[in-house]
């Protein structure tokens, strides 16, 4: 049973940076696809980035790429959102997730298993 935990979330301004983590225990977080969902206030939870176990397959939301990268440490089992120019529209709480059945199943959102979230606010 893994559990996940995110961190890094805050208030920031429009432009700014942010790093978010996820870490995971209770398992071996290198048998797993991880990635990244979001949730802002009265919409419905969207997938923002994922990569494979070996962090060397990535995959991200059109409305993110070139902005932020996923990567991972399996050696520490946590995952990183690393977020560049930051707007509004990414005002949201942030999930992490992870699931034994790789990247393209994690997209869908058919994650196994799911943190608790961290919000991230930027203000204009």
């Known amino acids: 049973q893994v559990q996940l935990a995110e961190s890094g979330g805050g208030l920031v301004q429009a432009g700014d940076s942010l790093r978010l983590s996820c870490a995971a225990s209770g398992g071996t977080a290198a048998l797993y696809a991880m990635g990244w969902f979001r949730q802002a206030a009265g919409k419905e939870r969207e997938f923002v980035g994922a990569t494979d176990w070996s962090g060397r397959s990535t995959d991200y939301a059109d409305s993110v790429k070139g902005r932020f990268t996923i990567s991972r440490d399996n050696a520490k089992d946590t995952l990183y959102l690393q977020m560049f120019s930051l707007t509004p529209e990414d005002t949201a709480v942030y999930y992490c997730?992870?699931?034994?059945?790789?990247?393209?199943?994690?997209?869908?959102?058919?994650?196994?298993?799911w943190g608790q979230g961290t919000q991230v606010t930027v203000s204009s």
């Open positions: 997730a992870a699931d034994i059945n790789g990247l393209t199943r994690l997209r869908t959102g058919a994650a196994g298993y």
